[in-house]
C-alpha cells in the first residue's frame, strides 16, 4: 500500500488511468483490492488535520477548512458522494434525472435511513437542510452554490425535486459539496446530528472531537473503527511528529518536503492524490498594465512552470496551461499546446504591448504553501527573460480581504471545483463573485450557460474546450501548477480511498485496522 | 499593617483603572486592524452579499462607540457575550482553556523557581568555578534558543526518537491526574527550560552583589559558613529582585506560550487567543485580553506586596 510515487513516471500512469475512465480504471484496481483483507470492525482510530480554529462551528454554512470538513462528513452525509474517478454516485440520494430542458431534477432519496436522533430522514429533511444555504438572509459559504435554484419542494414521498433557473446538467456534483449536508427538519444545523457514520459525543473547537460509531449506519462497507478522536494539529512539524511517535493513525497536508522524513520509516504509508487544487497569479484584465493582453502573454511565457513544481512541490503535481481544469477531468482540453518558458515569446509580447508600467506582485505566504518562493522564481525567471517583475511581499494577516481581489495582481489559491461548469462559474463568469481576474467577455459567458445545460456529449465537449480556450489565450490567470494532496497513515490502518475531488473528507468512515 | 492594605487598595483601584485602559486600547486596536469578522469568516469565499449579511446579523453596522459601550456594560457584569464565530459562551470557553493554561503553567513553575533558586545559590557558592560555569552555559542555552525550536528538538528525542513521552499533549477533562502530567511531560519541560535562565541569573546576579556588603563581611568574620551566610543573611536580602523576576515568568507561562502550545497542540488560552485575533472575533479578544491584564496586573502586585514586606525598614518603620 506504498503509493508514494518513486518517480514521476508512476504519477503518469496514475494519472492517464484516471483519465482513460471508470471501466478500465475499476478493471485495474479491482484485483487490489480484492487481495486486501475483509475490513475489521473495531479499535479507537485518531486522525490529526489542520485547517482547525477555537472559532469552528459544526454549521455546515461555516465550513471552510479541512478540520470541519473532516468532522462534518463524521457527522452527516451529502446526497451524492464523488468516487475515485470524480464521478456522482449515490449517497443519500438513491437516484437523480434532469427532465428534457435540463431545468427540472427529480431526486430519489435512499429510504429507511434513520437520523441519529432516530428519526427517519425524510425529503422534507432535503428541502430544509438545503434551504439553510438560500435565501436573502443566509449568510452560508455555500449560499453561491445555490442561487440558481428556482424552486425546492417535496414532489412526493421520498422524492425532492429541484427546479433551475437555468438548465444544468452538473446538478448531482453540485449536491456533493460539503457544505451540504443533511440534517433533520427544524434541527439545529450546528448540532452534529445527521444520517452519518459516527455520532458526536463531543466537540470542542480548535482541540479535538470525540465521535462513536453510528450502530444503524446505512453505507455498506464503511464506518469500521469504534470511536474516532479527530485532534486538531494545524502544526505540520506536530502531526509529523505525532504519526511519527505513533500517536495518531492519519495526517493530512503533509509538505512534500518533509515527505524523506516518513517514507523511510517503518510500516507508514503515504497517499498521494493527484486533484484539482492550483495555484494562481491572478492579473485583473481590466487594470493596466494588466489590460492588455500582450502583456499577459508576456508574462505568461516568462514564468518556468516545471522549476515551480520542481522546486515549490517537490515534483508532487502537475504543470498547469493556465487554464483551472485538471488534465484527469473528462472535459480537460488536452489539444492545447503546453505553455513553457519562452524568453522570445516573452520579448515578442512585449514589443506588441509597449507597455512602460512594471508589473508588481503582492504575495503572502497565506496565499498558497510555498507562494513566496514561487513568486521569487517567477521574478527570477522573468527578469532573465527581460521582464521586470517587482514582487511586494504583504502579511498573511488580512490577505485575504485587502489584497486579494484588491490588488491588480496577486496570487491566490483555489481548491478547484468538482466540474469545469462549477469552477469556470465561480470565478471566470462576468458576474462570478470570486471573478478575481475580473474577466469579462460576454461569449465566454453565452457559452458558459449553455454548456451546462447541453444534453448531447460531444457537443458539450466540444463547448468546454473552446471556453477553456479562450481562458488560456486571454484570461488574466497565471496557473503555473496543480497540486497533489499528501495523506500518510501508520502501517496500522488501511482502506483510504483516493477520490480526486473533496479528497480525504470522508476518511473517517474508510479507514479500518488491518 | 495597615500600610500594606493602604498599599493593597491603592493598587487594586489602579489595576482596576488599567483594565478599563486596556480594554478600550484592545477595542481600537480591533476596529484598527483592517478586515473584520465578516470577511474574516467568509474568508477566500466572501461575497459582498454574504459579508453585509453577516455584518447586520453580528450587529456590526452600529456605531463602534455603541458596542463597545454595550459590550462594557454586560462585562461588568460578568457577561462576556458569545463569540461572533461559533456562538459558545466565552466565560465558559475560556473557563476551560484558563484551566488547561493554569496547570501548564503550575507545572512547569514547580519545577522551575525552586530548581532556578537553587541553581542560583549554588552559582554563588561555587562561583566562577566548574558547577557554576557548567549550570551558566546549560541555563543561558535554554533561554537562547527558541521555545518552539526547544519543543521541536525534546519531540525529536524524546517522542520521535526514544518514544518515552507523546509529542502532542492531548489532555482533556476528567482525565485521571497522572495521565495528564504524563502528557504534560514535555510541554512542561519546553517551558521549564525557557523560564529556568532568567530566574537562575537574577538569582545568582542579586546575591552576589550582596555578597560584598558590609553585613555580609561581618557574617564571615562572625565564624558563619559561606552556605550558611547565603540562605540566612544574603537570600532574605535579595529577594525584591528576584520575586520580580518570577512574577514576570510566571506571567509569561501563562499568557505566553501559545508558541509551544502550537507546537505540542496543547489546548491551552494562547491559541485559542490567537485564533480568535485571526477572526477578529471582537467579544473573544477583549475577554482575553481582560484575562491577560489581569494576570499582569494581580502578579505585579503580589511581587510589589512581597518586596515590600521583605524589606525589614518598611516592615518595622521607625
Known sequence: MHKRPANHSFELTRRSLLRTGAAAAGALLAPASFARAEPKKGGHLVLAVDGASAANSLDPATYDATYPEVVGFQWGNALVELDEHAQATSELAESWEADKTGKSWVIKLRQDVEFHNGKSFTAEDVVYSLNHHRGAESKSVAKSLLKDIEDLRVSAPGEVTITLTTANMDLPFTLADYHL??????????????????????????????????????????????????????????????????????????????????????????????????????????????????????????????????????????????????????????????????????????????????????????????????????????????????????????????????????????????????MLTSAYHSEAAWNDTHWRNEKFDNLLVAARGERDEARRRQMYHDLQFMIYEEGGTILPVFNNYIFAGSGLVDGFRMSPIFAGMRVAEQLYFV | MSMFLRITAQRIAFGIMMLLMTSVIIFAGIEILPGDVAQAMLGQSATPDTVAQLRLELGLDRPAIVRFGEWLTNAIQGDFGRSYTNKLDIASEIAHRLKNTLLLAAGAALISIPLALFLGLLGVLYSDGIVDRVTSILVVGGISVPEF??????????????????????????????????????????????????????????????????????????????????????????????????????????????????????????????????????????????????????????ADLVSAYSNPRIRHPR
Not at chain 1, 489539444?335 to 504575495?363: E, F, G, M
Open chain 1, 181 to 422: 449536508l443533511m440534517f433533520p427538519e427544524g434541527g439545529d444545523a450546528a448540532a452534529g446530528i445527521g444520517t452519518g457514520p459516527y455520532i458526536i459525543d463531543s466537540f470542542e473547537p480548535g482541540v479535538r472531537t470525540r465521535t462513536h460509531r453510528n450502530p444503524n449506519y446505512w453505507k455498506e462497507g464503511r464506518s469500521h473503527a469504534d470511536t474516532v478522536e479527530t485532534v486538531a494539529m494545524n502544526d505540520l512539524t506536530a502531526r509529523t511528529s505525532a504519526l511519527l511517535s505513533g500517536s495518531v493513525h492519519y495526517i493530512n497536508r503533509i509538505n512534500p518536503k518533509l515527505l524523506h522524513m516518513i517514507e523511510g520509516r517503518n510500516g507508514l504509508q503515504v497517499w498521494n492524490v493527484p486533484g484539482s487544487g492550483h495555484y494562481t497569479f491572478q492579473m485583473m484584465t481590466d487594470v493596466a498594465p494588466y489590460n492588455n493582453n500582450d502583456f499577459r502573454l508576456a508574462l505568461k511565457y516568462a514564468i518556468d512552470r516545471r522549476a515551480i513544481l520542481d522546486i515549490v512541490l517537490n515534483g508532487f503535481g502537475a504543470v498547469g496551461n493556465d487554464v483551472p481544469i485538471p488534465s484527469f477531468d473528462r472535459y480537460f482540453a488536452a489539444d492545447l499546446p503546453q505553455r513553457s518558458y519562452d524568453p522570445d515569446k516573452v520579448q515578442y509580447h512585449l514589443k506588441k504591448a509597449a507597455v512602460d508600467i512594471p508589473a508588481t506582485l503582492n504575495i503572502a505566504e497565506i496565499a498558497f504553501s510555498g507562494a513566496v518562493d514561487a513568486a521569487q522564481m517567477f521574478q527570477q525567471q522573468a527578469a532573465k527573460a527581460g521582464l521586470t517583475l517587482n514582487v511586494n511581499r504583504v502579511p498573511n494577516d488580512g490577505y485575504w480581504s485587502n489584497v486579494w481581489a484588491k490588488e491588480p495582481f496577486s496570487g491566490s489559491y483555489s481548491a478547484g471545483r468538482p466540474t469545469p461548469d462549477l
Open chain 2, 149 to 302: 525550536f526547544m519543543g521541536y528538538i525534546l519531540i525529536f528525542v524524546f517522542a520521535v526518537g526514544w518514544q518515552w513521552f507523546p509529542s502532542n499533549a492531548a489532555v482533556y477533562d476528567g482525565m485521571p491526574i497522572s495521565d495528564r502530567l504524563y502528557q504534560m511531560a514535555l510541554p512542561i519541560a519546553t517551558l521549564v527550560l525557557a523560564t529556568l535562565g532568567h530566574m537562575q541569573r537574577m538569582t545568582r546576579a542579586a546575591i552576589l552583589d550582596l555578597m560584598s556588603a558590609p553585613f555580609i563581611e561581618t557574617a564571615r568574620l562572625k565564624g558563619l559558613n559561606t552556605a550558611n551566610i547565603i540562605i540566612h543573611h544574603a537570600l532574605p536580602n535579595a529577594v525584591a529582585p528576584i520575586i520580580n523576576v518570577v512574577m514576570l515568568n510566571i506571567g509569561y507561562l501563562i499568557v505566553g506560550v501559545v508558541l509551544v502550545e502550537v507546537v505540542f497542540t496543547y489546548p491551552g488560552i494562547g491559541q485559542y487567543f490567537v485564533d480568535h485575533v485571526t477572526m477578529r472575533d471582537a467579544p473573544v479578544i477583549q475577554a482575553c485580553g481582560l484575562v491577560f491584564a489581569t494576570v499582569y496586573i494581580m502578579l505585579n502586585l503580589i
